[in-house]
C-alpha cells in the first residue's frame, strides 16, 4: 500500500465558503474525496466583516466536505484576496560568493531575498514572493541557476504584499471554526493551478475570476504570475441592477438573473417574456428578457473595460496572446464568454479543473476552481513530488520554486 495523505483547500468568498477535500496518492496524483459549500455573509471582497457568521459558515463547508471524504483534515490551505492585496515585480541582485564557483540555493535564496527588499508599510507584510525568472552574469532567460557558474545572478520577482490585519482576521476565523490555518495563498495564483492548461502559460493568458463582489485579475506568463489585481465589480452589482431599474427584490432580481439571464441579448428573441414580481404588485407582469439581459449586458461591459484597462496598463495586453480565461460564479452565466470577447476584442474561453480525478459536476464548475486550486496547492506542498497528472507535472517545478520562497516567507509569520 502507498501511502496517502489528504490535504484541503477553503474559498471564502463574499456569498460562499467553499471546502475541497483531496486525496493525494503516493505518486503525487490528486483525487477530490469531498466537497463542501456554505453560504457566506461574514466576507465582503475579500476582508472579513464578521467574525462568527464567517467562522460557522467555514465550519459547516468544512464539515460537510470531510464528512464526504470519511476524513478529518484539521489544517486548511487557505486563499486570500481583496484591495488589500498589492502585487509588484521587483528585482534582486546578489554576487556569488566563491567567485567563479557554482550558483548554490544559499545564493539563490539571497537574490530573492534582495528582492524582497521594498518599502513594506508596517501595516503590511509580504505574503508571497514568486520567483519568475534569472539573469546569470547578464544572461537573461535563465530558470534554473543552481548549479551554473557565475558572478553575478539577479531574480526577477513577483511580490506580493497583503494587510496585516486581513490576513490575521480570516486567520482568527478558520481558528474560532475549530481549524488550523496551515497556509494562506493568493486566490488567484491558487485558482490558474485549476484553470489553466500549460499552454496557456507559454502563449500568456489573462485569468479572470468574476465572482460576487469582486473580479479578480491575474495575467500569467511563461515565467508564472506576472500582474494580479482586484476589480471591485461582480455578480451582485448585476442582481443590485436589475432590481433597481425593475422596481423587484434582491431575491427577484438574482432569480431573474439565475433563470433567464444572458450577457449577450443579442441571442435573446426579441419576442421573449419573463413573468417579473415587481415589489408592491400582485400579480406577476410579463417583461421582455432581452431588456432583461441588456441590463446584464452593460454591467458586464463594464466590467470587461475595466479589466482590459487594467491590462492594459500593465503591459498585460501584449503578453497576455493566450486572451481571457474566465472563472467564478458569475463566469457561469450564459453569454460572458461572447459578451467579453466583444468588450475586448480578445478570445475569451470558460476556464475548467483539470489534472485531477473525483470531480462530480458541482465542482467542475466555474465558481469552484479557487478551492480546488487551494487543495491543488496543498497537495504539492504535502508531497513536494512530481508524477502529479496533467497541468500539474508542468507546474511542479515552478512550485518547487515557489516553495523556496514559502521557506522565506516563514520569517514573516506565514
Ligand atoms: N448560472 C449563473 N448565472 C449567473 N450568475 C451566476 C450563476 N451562478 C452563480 N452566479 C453568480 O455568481 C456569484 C457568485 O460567484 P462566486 O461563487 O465565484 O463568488 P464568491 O467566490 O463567493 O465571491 P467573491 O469571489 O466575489 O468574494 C453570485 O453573484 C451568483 O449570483
Ligand atoms: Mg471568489
Redesign the pocket.
Known sequence: MGRETWVAGL?I????TCCVVARVGDGGEVAVAGVGVAA?TG?R??AVVDIELTASSIREAVGRATSQAGVAVPALHVGV?GEHIVGQNSRGVTAIVDHGQEITEEDRQRALRQAQVIVVPPDRTILHALPRGYVVDGHEGVRHPVGMSGARLEVEAHIVTAGQTFLANIRKCVERAGYYCADMFLEPIAAGDAALAAGDFSQGVCLV??????T?VAVFDELGIYYTSVVAL???H??ADIAQLLRVSAEEA?RL??CH?SASPATVAEAELVEVHQIGRADARPFRRRALCQIIEARVREIFDIVQDEMAGCGADVRATGGIVLI???A???GMRECAAAQTGLPVRLGGPAGVSGLSDVVAG??FC?ALGLALRAASVSTGAAGHGGLFAVLHEWWRRIRGAFRLDAGTGH
Open positions: 474559498d468568498g463574499s456569498s460562499k457566506c466576507v471582497r475579500g484576496t475570476d468574476v465572482g460576487a463582489e469582486a479578480n461582480g455578480g451582485r448585476i442582481t438574482e438573473k439565475l439571464g467564478g460564479g458569475t457561469a452565466m450564459p466555474p465558481a479557487t
